[in-house]
């Protein structure tokens, strides 16, 4: 256990004016309130914050963070109390301690709902000051290299949570080396069967090749030595178990068909030496195409910056190269830790050795900041859970501007992602797209270096079949409430015409200015809200015309059309057009056309359904409001009408309008009584035939000895065909009885 003088010194070597009296005074505090708390391993628990505390001096965290992450317990384990600490350490502290224990709290394995609030809870603690989250994953690394002492479910749990959730956080934020090792630690209790394969087999390896990557190192260090880069460093490893594994699972290979188990670092003083390095290399040993990355260049969002190559370097062995400067390299490892801004709390945008630019907030924490404000766009918290998920665990890929900016994409991104990472309403008046000069579908895969250039149209509406074609949170999201908008506008303009006829028939005139006063009786937030669920049929139009006129007296006044003046036209799912009466379309939802509405959500027109028994051109038809489901069709004949005889508000007269030049057949239902011997369902299959009907569904049930009932699903053209075939069935001999279904 780190000892109170070992702890001063350790951050004195990176800032030797660290305030020493804040840290004793914060040592002796923990170790006095924790006091004889064990953990579960049987160890004091003051050696849990003291490793917190020691994971980040690693990172040559400032004596503040230090000091936060040996209290970061005290309020939720001991009797220590945030006023109490605010005295003594100060509300700076005070709150950083407070917004830890508050995360500790949040369970990120859950149901779906629960877990997406706790994550927004715990991204907008670590938004306010990114300390909290540097001292809450090394917090979390500490207890994942401990966490053998706890029971198998605790265990799976926390690696799961670790493995979704915090490894992809620390990732993001550019600590590289501390995502690795959680991922590690996590795979390790999430699969351990697969852990311990790809371990043994990697061991297997490293026994085989020993003294290789020596070898490789040496020969490379040479290398580079003798072509003037004297202070070059050159470090090789294997990868990791969990990297390896990742990699054989997307790519579906077999761990003999990996090629690129090694890496080196070639660590140089400055960006000069970096391509210095890569054209040594490169005029020395074969590259493999394909494999060069500059992400010097054009850093990665976390400010990850380095060349990548790949090369069949000495031995003939497939190695992969990263090349970079010795500060890019501290930035790599330890992301945002890595800036002065955050060690010294000072305002410097100091340039280190090789003359970078420190940035007043790095890109990593400014992703975080983006996330968050995406919590103000009113996504509901299983989609802020995807959309966070998506940006936490995605690759990137570059793409610019026909003017030259530059937008980063996840890998396997779309232009349609790209038109909504520069902007929403490009996005949503996405008709095109032209990569590198030429017009490509909207659903080819971006690469790196691509430019995208977006053909747009005022009239587009993004259709929503495109949220399964995105990769992107921020597209998904926008395209699911354009989707929500478009499908509120034209249920708007139904419920509007039902509005304005119940109202005509008692003799009101209805207004959205009338309906304002009386949104609070109906528990809807705006006009366009009420008059959508109408036309959903989630709210009756006779509630709306009481709220509205609470002395109203149900005397019925009707109001019919005459002729064709009036009617609009709705459109089924098959794509049948059917009439429906209206006033002017323009006095309608604000211009809202309903000749155009949703389809399922899939296309721009209204859910129209017919009754299971069918409906064919030529019956008097009848459409009803169903709740959530749009208008049903059906036969006036049909008995089911019965039950919504008192409710008139319901019913929507609609009218056949055919289209000659694209006929459609349509479904019935027809029920025979047929004699139970050979031949007589062949002699039915052939008159349907005859008279050019096609048969979709046939049941049969055995009634009595000698007769069989049978109930076809037939498809028909329209009323007169359908009669045909009953006549013609009922002159067949094996035929007793045949007559047409309703619902």
Request: proline share 4%; hydrophobic share 40%.
């Amino acid at each position: 256990m780190m000892r109170q003088y070992e702890l001063v010194e350790r951050v004195q070597k990176y800032k030797p004016d660290a305030n020493e009296a804040l840290l004793n005074k914060a040592y002796v505090y923990a170790m006095q309130k924790h006091g004889q708390q064990k953990r579960a391993s049987g160890d004091p628990y003051i050696s849990h914050p003291l490793e917190v505390a020691a994971i980040l001096t690693d990172m040559r965290l400032d004596e503040s963070t230090i000091a936060v992450a040996l209290l970061h317990d005290t309020i939720e384990d001991t009797t220590a109390t945030r006023a109490e600490i605010d005295e003594m350490f100060g509300e700076d502290i005070g709150r950083l301690v407070e917004g830890l224990t508050k995360i500790k709290k949040l369970d990120l394995v859950t149901k779906k709902a629960k877990q997406a609030e706790n994550l927004r809870k715990l991204l907008l603690a670590i938004s306010d000051d990114v300390r909290v989250l540097l001292v809450k994953l090394a917090d979390r690394l500490h207890n994942m290299r401990t966490l053998d002492h706890m029971s198998p479910e605790k265990r799976a749990r926390i690696s799961e949570e670790t493995m979704e959730i915090y490894a992809p956080l620390a990732g993001r934020m550019g600590m590289q080396d501390m995502r690795e090792e959680l991922e590690e630690l996590s795979f390790r209790h999430i699969n351990p069967e697969a852990h311990d394969t790809v371990t043994k087999r990697l061991e297997e390896l490293s026994r085989r090749n020993e003294g290789l990557v020596k070898k490789i190192e040496t020969e490379l260090r040479d290398l580079l030595v003798a072509n003037g880069l004297a202070n070059a460093m050159v470090k090789g490893r294997l990868k990791k178990p969990y990297s390896v594994f990742r990699k054989m699972q997307s790519k579906s290979l077999s761990f003999e068909q990996l090629s690129d188990i090694y890496g080196f670092r070639l660590l140089v003083d400055d960006i000069p030496s970096c391509y210095r390095a890569l054209g040594i290399v490169h005029t020395r040993w074969r590259v493999v195409p394909g494999r060069f990355k500059d992400y010097i260049s054009t850093p990665k969002q976390n400010d990850y910056r380095s060349l990548h190559t790949t090369i069949v370097g000495p031995s003939s062995q497939r190695i992969e190269l990263q090349i970079r400067t010795k500060r890019m390299h501290e930035i790599a490892e330890f992301g945002i830790a890595a800036h002065t801004l955050y060690k010294d709390g000072t305002n410097s945008n100091g340039n280190g050795a090789d003359g970078e630019l420190l940035s007043r907030e790095s890109n990593a924490y400014s992703w975080l900041r983006h996330t968050i404000e995406a919590l103000a766009e009113g996504d509901s918290p299983e989609e802020f859970l995807e959309h966070t998920k998506l940006e936490l665990f995605q690759d990137q890929v570059f793409c610019f501007t026909p003017k030259g900016k530059l937008i980063a994409l996840p890998r396997g991104a779309t232009p349609i992602d790209f038109a909504y990472a520069v902007h929403t309403n490009i996005g949503d008046t996405t008709v095109g797209a032209k990569i590198n000069g030429r017009i490509m579908p909207l659903v080819t895969r971006l690469n790196n270096g691509d430019e995208v250039e977006i053909i747009r149209s005022g009239v587009q509406v993004p259709p929503a079949a495109w949220e399964e074609i995105v990769v992107t949170g921020k597209a998904r999201a926008a395209i699911r409430r354009a989707t929500r908008l478009a499908i509120r506008k034209q249920y708007a303009g139904l419920g509007h015409r039902i509005l304005e006829r119940t109202f005509e028939r008692a003799g009101k005139v209805f207004s959205r200015d009338a309906l304002k006063p009386a949104l609070h009786r109906l528990g809807q937030k705006d006009v366009e809200d009420a008059i959508a669920a109408v036309g959903r049929g989630e709210m009756s139009s006779l509630d709306v015309l009481r709220a509205v006129y609470p002395d109203h007296q149900d005397e019925r006044v009707t109001v019919k059309p005459a002729g064709d003046e009036g009617w609009f036209n709705v459109r089924s799912a098959s794509g049948m057009i059917f009439k429906i009466p209206g006033k002017n379309k323009a006095e309608v939802s604000d211009g809202a056309d309903i000749d155009a509405p949703p389809i399922r959500g899939i296309s721009s027109n209204v859910e129209v359904h017919f009754a299971p028994t069918g409906a064919v051109p030529g019956d008097r038809i009848v459409g009803i409001m169903e709740k959530g489901k749009g208008i049903t069709i059906y036969p006036i004949q049909s008995p089911v009408l019965q039950r919504f005889d008192d409710e008139p508000e319901r019913w929507i007269d609609v009218r056949w309008d055919l289209d000659e030049a694209n006929k459609s057949r349509f479904a019935a239902r027809i029920l025979i009584n047929a004699l139970n011997e050979p031949g007589t369902l062949a002699k039915v299959a052939q008159t349907v035939a005859d008279v050019d009907v096609n048969i979709r569904v046939l049941n049969t049930v055995r009634v009595a000895a000698d007769f069989t009932e049978m109930a076809l699903d037939v498809e028909v053209w329209d009323l007169r065909q359908l009669n045909q075939l009953l006549v013609q069935l009922k002159e067949l001999d094996c035929i007793a009885t045949v007559k047409r279904l309703y619902e």
